[in-house]
């Protein structure tokens, strides 16, 4: 079992539950992070890609990921890494932006709005704050580069927070934008 997060938590709640677990991540900070705030049931955390995963074949029961490597690293090449190192019956479980988030997204306001700023089809890679790049796939993109990778998709989940909820993330308008619309989607997968 592995996971592409950041400080760890999912692994760290995992881990805590008794599940074998690997963190990955490419940043030497994040990780440093992540051994920082691990609690008593240790695990490995491994520096590397989403890209090119420096694990074996066949050698995982669950791929998970939190807006990590599969958010960051261009996707056509994460999602088929993510399926080989999972084993047969082995689930790939991740969250990126919604399609909607990223079309309504103000750069000049620098937050989420009610209105479409940009083209749904062509978003592709958004241009991040730090220069980083983040990979926005359209629905469909999604179902092609997943079922490409040979994987079963299983469920799309749109979660929807509660009317009043604000967003804890990113700055929306209003608050509660995800109330009215998807901020993010929940892909659930397997490999048959
Ligand atoms: C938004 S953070 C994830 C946050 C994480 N879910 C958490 O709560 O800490 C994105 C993470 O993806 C990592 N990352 C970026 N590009 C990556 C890549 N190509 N492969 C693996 N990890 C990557 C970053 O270093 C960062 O830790």
């Given at each position: 079992m592995y ?50 995963l420096?694990f074996a074949a066949d050698s995982f029961d669950l791929v998970f ?14 999602v088929p890494q993510a399926a080989r190192v999972l084993g047969r019956g082995g689930r790939l479980v991740f ?54 990778a040979g994987l079963i ?36 997968t397997h490999k048959p």
């Amino acid at each position: 079992m592995y996971s592409i997060r950041g400080a760890g938590q999912w692994s760290r709640a995992l881990a805590a539950e008794g599940a074998t677990v690997v963190g990955l991540d490419l940043s030497e900070a994040q990780l440093a992070a992540g051994a920082r705030a691990m609690g008593a049931a240790r695990y490995p955390l491994v520096q590397g890609a989403a890209e090119q995963l420096p694990f074996a074949a066949d050698s995982f029961d669950l791929v998970f990921c939190d807006f990590g490597g599969l958010s960051w690293a261009p996707p056509h090449l994460a999602v088929p890494q993510a399926a080989r190192v999972l084993g047969r019956g082995g689930r790939l479980v991740f969250n990126v932006a919604s399609p909607w988030f990223e079309a309504c997204y103000d750069e000049a306001a620098s937050r989420v709005t009610t209105t479409l700023q940009q083209d749904y089809f062509g978003l592709n890679t958004i241009a991040e704050d730090d220069g980083a790049t983040s990979y926005q796939l359209t629905y469909g993109d999604w179902v092609k580069v997943l079922r490409g990778a040979g994987l079963i998709i299983d469920d799309l989940i749109e979660p929807r927070p509660e009317l009043g909820t604000p967003n804890g993330y990113n700055e929306t308008d209003p608050p509660d934008w995800a109330h009215r619309w998807p901020a993010e989607l929940l892909w659930v997968t397997h490999k048959p």
